[in-house]
Protein backbone atom coordinates (compact mmCIF):
# COMPACT_ATOMS: atom_id res chain seq x y z
CA UNK A 1 0.00 0.00 0.00
CA UNK A 2 1.23 3.35 -0.86
CA UNK A 3 0.88 6.64 0.85
CA UNK A 4 -1.31 8.99 -0.97
CA UNK A 5 -1.12 12.06 1.10
CA UNK A 6 1.69 13.41 3.29
CA UNK A 7 1.58 16.31 5.31
CA UNK A 8 4.23 18.54 7.23
CA UNK A 9 3.38 21.26 9.01
CA UNK A 10 6.30 23.24 10.86
CA UNK A 11 5.14 24.50 14.45
CA UNK A 12 5.72 27.83 14.99
CA UNK A 13 9.24 28.26 17.31
CA UNK A 14 7.81 27.76 20.85
CA UNK A 15 10.83 27.25 24.04
CA UNK A 16 11.22 23.52 24.24
CA UNK A 17 10.19 24.11 27.98
CA UNK A 18 6.72 25.11 26.74
CA UNK A 19 6.84 21.68 23.81
CA UNK A 20 7.13 19.68 26.77
CA UNK A 21 3.92 20.96 28.39
CA UNK A 22 1.63 21.15 25.37
CA UNK A 23 -0.06 18.39 25.31
CA UNK A 24 -1.02 19.26 28.81
CA UNK A 25 -2.37 22.75 27.56
CA UNK A 26 -3.71 21.08 25.07
CA UNK A 27 -5.47 18.60 26.75
CA UNK A 28 -6.86 21.47 29.22
CA UNK A 29 -7.86 24.01 25.91
CA UNK A 30 -9.99 20.87 23.67
CA UNK A 31 -11.65 20.52 27.34
CA UNK A 32 -12.40 24.18 27.95
CA UNK A 33 -13.50 23.86 24.14
CA UNK A 34 -15.86 21.03 23.93
CA UNK A 35 -17.67 22.24 27.78
CA UNK A 36 -17.98 25.94 26.18
CA UNK A 37 -19.50 24.22 23.38
CA UNK A 38 -22.34 22.33 25.13
CA UNK A 39 -23.11 25.23 27.91
CA UNK A 40 -23.85 27.79 24.64
CA UNK A 41 -26.19 25.09 23.64
CA UNK A 42 -27.63 24.88 27.24
CA UNK A 43 -27.17 28.93 27.35
CA UNK A 44 -30.01 28.39 23.83
CA UNK A 45 -31.90 26.19 25.76
CA UNK A 46 -33.03 27.24 29.35
CA UNK A 47 -33.64 30.97 26.67
CA UNK A 48 -36.10 28.72 24.63
CA UNK A 49 -37.93 27.30 27.63
CA UNK A 50 -38.17 30.35 30.09
CA UNK A 51 -38.86 32.54 26.91
CA UNK A 52 -42.83 33.66 26.97
CA UNK A 53 -44.28 32.50 23.60
CA UNK A 54 -41.48 31.24 21.62
CA UNK A 55 -41.84 31.01 18.52
CA UNK A 56 -39.71 28.02 17.31
CA UNK A 57 -40.49 24.97 18.82
CA UNK A 58 -37.01 23.62 20.38
CA UNK A 59 -37.45 19.53 20.56
CA UNK A 60 -35.28 16.73 20.53
CA UNK A 61 -33.99 17.53 16.78
CA UNK A 62 -32.21 20.04 18.18
CA UNK A 63 -30.04 17.77 20.67
CA UNK A 64 -28.66 15.62 17.77
CA UNK A 65 -25.90 17.59 15.93
CA UNK A 66 -24.37 17.67 19.71
CA UNK A 67 -24.91 14.30 20.35
CA UNK A 68 -23.90 13.19 17.17
CA UNK A 69 -20.38 15.85 17.52
CA UNK A 70 -19.99 14.10 20.76
CA UNK A 71 -19.88 10.65 19.75
CA UNK A 72 -17.58 11.20 16.91
CA UNK A 73 -15.03 12.69 19.25
CA UNK A 74 -15.07 10.07 21.26
CA UNK A 75 -14.52 7.98 18.06
CA UNK A 76 -12.08 9.57 16.51
CA UNK A 77 -9.66 10.33 19.66
CA UNK A 78 -9.99 6.63 20.80
CA UNK A 79 -7.90 5.24 17.96
CA UNK A 80 -3.90 6.54 17.32
CA UNK A 81 -2.68 7.21 14.14
CA UNK A 82 0.46 4.52 14.29
CA UNK A 83 -2.10 2.01 14.36
CA UNK A 84 -2.85 2.90 10.64
CA UNK A 85 1.09 3.22 9.76
CA UNK A 86 2.54 -0.02 11.14
CA UNK A 87 0.00 -2.55 10.14
CA UNK A 88 0.20 -1.64 6.23
CA UNK A 89 2.60 -3.93 5.05
CA UNK A 90 1.16 -7.00 6.31
CA UNK A 91 -2.43 -5.86 4.95
CA UNK A 92 -4.14 -8.29 2.93
CA UNK A 93 -6.87 -7.12 1.63
CA UNK A 94 -9.16 -9.61 3.95
CA UNK A 95 -9.41 -6.69 6.70
CA UNK A 96 -6.50 -6.29 8.76
CA UNK A 97 -5.51 -3.80 11.84
CA UNK A 98 -5.06 -0.92 9.55
CA UNK A 99 -8.27 -0.96 7.67
CA UNK A 100 -10.45 -1.48 10.65
CA UNK A 101 -9.13 1.82 12.23
CA UNK A 102 -9.28 3.25 9.00
CA UNK A 103 -13.04 2.50 9.21
CA UNK A 104 -13.28 3.25 12.15
CA UNK A 105 -11.53 6.87 11.64
CA UNK A 106 -13.81 7.47 9.03
CA UNK A 107 -16.71 6.74 11.04
CA UNK A 108 -15.45 9.26 13.51
CA UNK A 109 -14.68 11.93 11.34
CA UNK A 110 -18.07 11.61 9.62
CA UNK A 111 -20.25 11.36 12.54
CA UNK A 112 -18.29 14.88 13.21
CA UNK A 113 -18.77 16.64 10.04
CA UNK A 114 -22.21 15.53 9.93
CA UNK A 115 -23.08 17.25 13.53
CA UNK A 116 -21.41 20.49 11.79
CA UNK A 117 -23.79 20.28 8.81
CA UNK A 118 -26.73 19.18 10.73
CA UNK A 119 -26.20 22.23 13.41
CA UNK A 120 -26.52 24.61 9.65
CA UNK A 121 -29.44 22.81 8.49
CA UNK A 122 -31.37 23.11 11.75
CA UNK A 123 -30.35 26.87 11.82
CA UNK A 124 -31.14 26.99 8.26
CA UNK A 125 -34.72 25.26 8.00
CA UNK A 126 -35.91 27.03 11.84
CA UNK A 127 -34.40 30.24 12.22
CA UNK A 128 -33.25 31.49 8.91
CA UNK A 129 -35.96 30.51 6.77
CA UNK A 130 -38.95 31.57 8.27
CA UNK A 131 -36.93 34.74 9.22
CA UNK A 132 -37.11 35.01 12.66
CA UNK A 133 -35.92 38.18 14.89
CA UNK A 134 -32.22 38.59 16.33
CA UNK A 135 -32.43 37.47 19.72
CA UNK A 136 -34.12 34.47 18.32
CA UNK A 137 -31.82 33.76 16.10
CA UNK A 138 -28.84 33.39 17.83
CA UNK A 139 -30.60 30.50 19.91
CA UNK A 140 -30.08 28.90 16.39
CA UNK A 141 -26.71 29.83 16.36
CA UNK A 142 -25.69 28.37 19.61
CA UNK A 143 -26.23 25.16 18.17
CA UNK A 144 -23.80 26.09 15.25
CA UNK A 145 -21.32 27.24 17.92
CA UNK A 146 -21.87 24.21 20.06
CA UNK A 147 -21.03 21.92 16.81
CA UNK A 148 -17.69 24.40 15.98
CA UNK A 149 -16.07 24.47 18.98
CA UNK A 150 -16.63 20.16 19.72
CA UNK A 151 -15.16 19.89 16.51
CA UNK A 152 -12.21 22.45 17.17
CA UNK A 153 -11.44 20.93 20.63
CA UNK A 154 -11.24 17.20 19.04
CA UNK A 155 -8.99 18.93 16.20
CA UNK A 156 -6.84 20.16 18.68
CA UNK A 157 -6.66 16.71 21.14
CA UNK A 158 -6.08 15.15 18.20
CA UNK A 159 -3.02 17.23 17.28
CA UNK A 160 -1.55 17.20 20.22
CA UNK A 161 -1.67 13.70 21.33
CA UNK A 162 -0.97 12.28 17.90
CA UNK A 163 2.12 14.73 17.56
CA UNK A 164 5.52 13.49 17.39
CA UNK A 165 8.20 14.63 20.00
CA UNK A 166 10.38 16.84 17.84
CA UNK A 167 10.24 20.01 15.91
CA UNK A 168 7.14 19.44 13.01
CA UNK A 169 3.83 17.32 12.92
CA UNK A 170 3.77 14.67 10.40
CA UNK A 171 0.57 13.36 9.49
CA UNK A 172 0.40 10.45 6.76
CA UNK A 173 -2.52 8.88 5.94
CA UNK A 174 -2.60 6.49 3.93
CA UNK B 1 2.11 32.89 56.84
CA UNK B 2 0.95 31.32 53.49
CA UNK B 3 -1.62 29.71 55.28
CA UNK B 4 -3.31 32.26 56.71
CA UNK B 5 -3.53 34.28 53.38
CA UNK B 6 -5.03 30.99 52.01
CA UNK B 7 -7.44 30.38 54.81
CA UNK B 8 -8.27 33.89 54.36
CA UNK B 9 -8.82 33.29 50.68
CA UNK B 10 -10.86 30.09 50.92
CA UNK B 11 -13.19 31.94 53.98
CA UNK B 12 -13.52 34.90 51.45
CA UNK B 13 -14.81 32.64 48.53
CA UNK B 14 -17.23 30.98 50.38
CA UNK B 15 -18.78 34.14 51.94
CA UNK B 16 -18.83 35.79 48.34
CA UNK B 17 -20.62 32.33 46.58
CA UNK B 18 -22.99 32.37 50.06
CA UNK B 19 -23.43 36.29 49.75
CA UNK B 20 -24.50 36.11 46.22
CA UNK B 21 -26.98 33.40 47.29
CA UNK B 22 -28.30 34.66 50.47
CA UNK B 23 -28.64 38.38 49.29
CA UNK B 24 -30.96 38.22 46.33
CA UNK B 25 -32.74 35.01 47.90
CA UNK B 26 -32.18 32.63 45.63
CA UNK B 27 -29.77 29.81 45.85
CA UNK B 28 -28.93 28.47 42.35
CA UNK B 29 -25.66 29.79 42.74
CA UNK B 30 -24.47 27.20 45.16
CA UNK B 31 -24.08 25.15 42.66
CA UNK B 32 -21.15 27.08 41.02
CA UNK B 33 -18.89 26.89 44.78
CA UNK B 34 -19.60 23.25 44.60
CA UNK B 35 -18.46 22.63 41.03
CA UNK B 36 -15.37 24.22 41.64
CA UNK B 37 -14.73 22.89 44.79
CA UNK B 38 -14.44 19.74 43.14
CA UNK B 39 -12.72 20.56 40.10
CA UNK B 40 -9.08 19.41 41.90
CA UNK B 41 -10.41 15.81 42.18
CA UNK B 42 -10.06 14.55 38.81
CA UNK B 43 -6.25 15.86 38.33
CA UNK B 44 -5.98 14.54 42.20
CA UNK B 45 -7.11 11.08 41.71
CA UNK B 46 -5.81 10.56 37.63
CA UNK B 47 -2.60 12.01 38.69
CA UNK B 48 -1.35 9.35 40.21
CA UNK B 49 -1.25 7.16 37.32
CA UNK B 50 1.75 9.35 36.39
CA UNK B 51 3.32 9.71 39.06
CA UNK B 52 4.57 6.39 39.88
CA UNK B 53 6.71 5.76 36.98
CA UNK B 54 8.39 8.86 35.69
CA UNK B 55 10.45 6.79 32.65
CA UNK B 56 7.20 4.80 31.85
CA UNK B 57 6.13 7.57 28.75
CA UNK B 58 2.96 5.56 27.68
CA UNK B 59 0.26 5.63 29.47
CA UNK B 60 -0.89 8.42 30.80
CA UNK B 61 -3.86 8.17 28.54
CA UNK B 62 -5.63 8.19 31.99
CA UNK B 63 -3.72 11.44 33.53
CA UNK B 64 -4.99 13.11 30.26
CA UNK B 65 -8.70 11.94 30.75
CA UNK B 66 -8.10 13.68 34.39
CA UNK B 67 -6.53 16.80 32.89
CA UNK B 68 -10.47 16.92 30.30
CA UNK B 69 -12.46 16.36 33.47
CA UNK B 70 -10.89 19.41 35.11
CA UNK B 71 -11.00 22.05 31.99
CA UNK B 72 -14.38 20.66 31.70
CA UNK B 73 -15.47 21.19 35.70
CA UNK B 74 -13.69 24.41 35.37
CA UNK B 75 -15.26 25.84 32.54
CA UNK B 76 -18.31 24.25 33.39
CA UNK B 77 -18.33 26.70 36.91
CA UNK B 78 -17.97 29.74 34.46
CA UNK B 79 -20.40 28.56 32.66
CA UNK B 80 -23.47 27.76 34.87
CA UNK B 81 -23.67 31.36 36.62
CA UNK B 82 -23.24 33.27 32.79
CA UNK B 83 -26.34 30.99 31.85
CA UNK B 84 -28.13 31.29 34.60
CA UNK B 85 -27.95 35.02 34.27
CA UNK B 86 -28.50 35.34 30.96
CA UNK B 87 -31.60 33.78 31.31
CA UNK B 88 -32.83 36.23 33.58
CA UNK B 89 -32.84 33.66 36.48
CA UNK B 90 -30.39 35.69 39.11
CA UNK B 91 -29.02 39.12 38.66
CA UNK B 92 -25.64 39.88 37.13
CA UNK B 93 -24.29 41.28 40.35
CA UNK B 94 -25.05 37.67 41.77
CA UNK B 95 -23.47 35.96 38.62
CA UNK B 96 -20.30 38.26 39.21
CA UNK B 97 -20.38 37.49 42.79
CA UNK B 98 -20.30 33.84 42.70
CA UNK B 99 -17.69 33.45 39.53
CA UNK B 100 -15.68 36.03 41.95
CA UNK B 101 -16.09 33.49 45.08
CA UNK B 102 -15.99 30.14 42.89
CA UNK B 103 -12.74 31.33 41.68
CA UNK B 104 -11.06 32.12 45.09
CA UNK B 105 -12.38 28.97 46.29
CA UNK B 106 -10.55 26.82 43.11
CA UNK B 107 -7.32 29.43 43.40
CA UNK B 108 -7.10 29.20 46.92
CA UNK B 109 -6.68 24.56 47.05
CA UNK B 110 -4.43 25.04 43.60
CA UNK B 111 -1.99 27.28 45.38
CA UNK B 112 -2.40 25.09 48.46
CA UNK B 113 -1.19 21.72 46.27
CA UNK B 114 1.55 23.13 44.44
CA UNK B 115 3.04 25.03 48.30
CA UNK B 116 2.89 22.20 49.89
CA UNK B 117 3.79 19.49 47.20
CA UNK B 118 7.19 21.21 46.93
CA UNK B 119 7.77 20.69 50.43
CA UNK B 120 6.81 17.24 50.44
CA UNK B 121 9.37 16.65 47.45
CA UNK B 122 12.19 14.59 48.26
Known amino acids: MTRVFIWNCQLPRIPSAWRERLRDFGTYASGALFTLGWWFFIDGLVLAR????????????DWIPGLLCTLGMIITNSIDLSLLRDDSFSYDGSGG????AKLTLFIGIALLAGGLAGSIA???????????DASVLYIGFTNVIQTCSILLSSIILWFVHNA???NQYNFVLN | MTIVILSVCLAAGFLLSILSCALY???WPLLVVFMFAISPVPNAVFGRFVSSDPLADVSSSVA??????????VVSGLGLPVVLAHSGIIANAAMVMSVVGGGLVYGTIIVYATVFRERQDF
Open chain 1, 50 to 61: THEEFPVKFGFE
Open chain 1, 97 to 100: LAGK
Open chain 1, 122 to 132: ILAIKYIVPQV
Open chain 1, 164 to 166: EHD
Open chain 2, 25 to 27: GNW
Open chain 2, 64 to 73: DFGRFLTSVL
